[in-house]
């Protein structure tokens, strides 16, 4: 696997990377945000503001709309409702007018004439149409003359209603009834003075049909039914729904009103219907029409559905933005963050190697002295031996103080590698001797090998060119990847370091061990900062971000092959000349 | 071959003297750098092998001194410290740098190279 990528590795996923956090790890110690907090903060902003305005826009929207629908509706079945009223009120008034206009034209004496009545009815007949009688009464209530299917005459009316109306008002239009002949008219009287004192009263039959012939005409919306009622209920028209001529209607009667109205309200079986009625004046008519508001409202619903379905893909669109544009900016934040705190980390780290340095420099010069007189008085009482005869030679004393000298070199070695190690914690470069490296490196492990019987093979490469790099770095690297493998093998495990040329101006470290190795998932996050499998062990999961940052800064590259059970081999390629980048963090001087 | 020995540590100047004589060297010694200029006046020396911490004048101060008094002499530097300005200021003023403690035969072989190069 070779990580080309500065940055460690993102996870693919619903699942954003801050979601999981890692909880009681430094990394969540040094951050400073709480990032699901703030993306649940971002999306309900974001959500509000965004959405509020749409919502509460189409809300109104659809108010306004329904109601300009609605109201458009009342107004157009007000329209017909009035017109249509004018139309049977005049229809009415033409026959009364009609009627008047006989009286006018006769006088009482030749309209008690049966033959001239007669012909007057077959005038109407032709002319207007739907006259089915007409008789003359006197003010007694007594028929003069009746012409008509019946024989009425001298039929004596004093003691009906209608006569009592006509003669204390001077007009009556009845009810639809259905008469003799079973057929529904309707009856018109209407009460003339005659000069000289006293009235008669002219009456005449009217066949409900004609009123029919006007409703029929009209083109309704919405299932209309137009019809009349009287002020019982009862149909004085036949209607599409509501029942024949006079049956009585499914619906309530409207209140009286003098101009035209509309309103809304449920039938029985719950269907909403538009209502719209008329009072036809000085008759016992009510003109009605109902609509059923489903079907007027149909078109509307049309407007509604298309209004939702934007609604609902707006939103959703936008939702969709919100949580994409969140997630990735927050993820963003934590990627930040997390480098963040991995500098910062890499700095202390940087620091305290710096710190340790010094220290040891300082401790080494102290030991230095002392030492140095050890070895030289040691030395002397060993040339004391060899080169005089002043004393007895004896070999016991000689061993010893071969002893002593041996010790002072062992002690030299260590405070020599001190100095070292301090001398190159910054940034020169130098030609490195890879093997002395490489040997002093397995020095700072001591003992380990040995103790866990872990084989280490050292293996480099004969004609390696020269090599020209940052020896702390360079030490720093195979220290981690050393002190990896020993963390990874098993007692009695093999560690084999080779170092080789890879190409004409670089060359390949190789550390390979034979230990527990690496799953595939553990290979994909190996150089992130903080992620460690020996957190219980106190990894800190900076090692090998350290390591990769390191080799990275030597103008090289790192990359790791591992199998589960098998081992794990780690391949820095270094350049052979290390040109120092202008403006890269400087390790160096952090601390300084 | 004669040598001058100069360090503050009087113990580990006398060992390395004798030690010196031993294996027939001429080394004389001395503790402080005035003291080790007033040797220099009086005698002629091959090389002079100053430690480079000292009170009051330092190896790379003295050597400069020796240096204008006696300019065919050779040094060696000794220090018990592995300091980058002293390992810089070290092989950039000397022939020769070493850190103490010393292995004497290195320290020999190193004043052959220096005289006899």
Not at chain 1, 27 to 50: E, F, G, P, Y
Not at chain 2, 23 to 45: C, F, M, P, Q, V
Not at chain 2, 75 to 86: M, R, V
Request: with cysteine; aromatic share 8%.
């Amino acid at each position: 696997m070779k990580t080309d990528a500065e940055e460690p590795r993102r996870t693919l996923g619903l699942r954003p990377a801050f979601w999981g956090g890692r909880e009681g790890s430094e990394a969540s110690q040094k951050h400073s945000l709480n990032l699901r907090r703030l993306w649940k903060t971002t999306v309900l902003i974001m959500t509000v503001v965004s959405l509020a305005p749409l919502v509460v826009m189409t809300a109104v929207d659809y108010r306004v709309t329904q109601k300009s629908v609605e109201s458009e509706l009342v107004l157009r079945t007000s329209r017909i409702v009035s017109n249509t009223k004018r139309a049977v009120e005049f229809s009415l008034l033409e026959r009364m007018a009609a009627l008047d206009f006989i009286v006018q034209d006769n006088r009482f004496q030749m309209l008690t004439d049966c033959a001239r009545l007669e012909a007057i009815l077959d005038h109407l007949r032709l002319t207007f149409g739907g006259f089915v009688d007409l008789g003359v009464i006197d003010s007694t209530g007594r028929q003069l003359c009746y012409v008509g299917p019946y024989d009425l005459s001298g039929f004596d009316y004093s003691d009906q209603e209608w006569f009592r109306n006509v003669r204390d008002q001077g007009m009556h239009i009845s009810d639809v009834f259905p008469g003799f002949r079973r057929v529904p008219h309707l009856v018109i009287a209407a009460r003339h003075e005659i000069p000289g004192g006293g009235f008669y009263v002219l009456r005449t039959s009217l066949e409900a049909e004609f009123f029919n012939t006007l409703l029929s005409d009209l083109e309704l919306s919405g299932n209309g039914d137009v019809f009349i009622v009287n002020s019982e209920g009862t149909l004085q028209t036949s209607s599409r729904m509501h029942g024949g001529v006079l049956d009585t209607i499914d619906l309530r009667v409207p209140e009286y009103s003098d101009s035209t109205r509309v309103f809304e309200t449920p039938t029985r079986d719950g269907r909403a219907v538009l209502i719209g009625y008329a009072y036809i004046p000085e008759t016992p008519f009510i003109l009605m029409i109902v609509k059923q508001k489903a079907v007027l409202m149909e078109p509307w619903r049309d407007t509604r559905r298309k209004l939702i379905g934007f609604l609902a893909l707006s939103l959703s669109a936008i939702m969709v933005v919100i949580l994409a544009v969140t997630t990735y900016l927050v993820n963003e934040i934590h990627w930040a963050d997390l480098r963040r705190v991995a500098t910062l980390h890499q700095v202390e780290y940087t620091n305290k190697m710096i710190s340790l340095g010094r220290l040891g420099a300082g401790v080494a010069h102290e030991i230095n002295n002392p030492l140095a007189i050890i070895n030289e008085k040691a030395g002397l009482i060993k040339d004391l031996f060899s080169y005089t005869d002043r004393y007895a030679d004896d070999p016991k004393l000689l061993g010893i103080v071969d002893t002593i000298l041996k010790s002072v070199k062992r002690c030299s070695e260590v405070t020599r590698r001190l100095l070292n190690f301090a001398r190159d914690t910054d940034s020169e470069t130098s030609p490195v001797d890879l093997a002395a490296t490489v040997t002093e490196v397995l020095g700072f492990m001591g003992k380990e090998a040995e103790y866990r019987s872990i084989e280490v093979v050292v293996d480099i490469d004969k004609n390696l060119p020269k090599l020209e790099t940052n020896c702390g770095r360079l030490q720093q690297i195979l220290l981690n990847l050393i002190n990896n493998a020993f963390a990874a093998v098993d007692d009695g495990g093999r560690i084999e370091i080779s170092i080789r040329p890879s190409n004409a101006d670089s060359i390949t470290i190789q550390v390979e061990d034979n230990g527990c190795g690496m799953s595939e998932h553990e290979l994909t996050r190996v150089f992130e900062p903080f992620y460690t499998t020996k957190r219980s062990r106190g990894g800190t999961g900076l090692g090998l971000s350290i390591t990769y940052s390191l080799a990275q800064e030597l103008g090289g590259s790192i990359d790791v092959e591992s199998k589960p059970g098998e081992g794990t081999r780690f391949r820095v390629t270094l350049p052979l000349a290390w040109q120092r980048k202008k403006g890269t963090f400087d390790e160096g001087s952090a601390g300084r | 071959m004669k040598v001058l020995l100069v360090d503050d540590e009087e113990e580990l100047v006398t060992a390395l003297a004798e030690r010196l004589s031993f294996r027939g060297i001429d080394a004389d010694w001395s503790t402080s750098g005035n003291e080790a200029l007033k040797l220099a006046r009086a005698h002629t020396y091959d090389v002079a092998v100053l430690d480079i911490k000292m009170p009051n004048i330092s190896g790379i101060d003295l050597k400069k001194r020796l240096e204008k008094m006696r300019p065919d002499m050779k040094y060696i530097f000794l220090t018990g410290h592995g300091s980058e300005e002293d390992f810089r200021a070290g092989s950039a003023e000397a022939s020769q740098y070493l850190v103490k403690p010393l292995d004497i035969e290195v320290l020999i072989e190193t004043m052959r190279e220096v005289v006899e190069p």
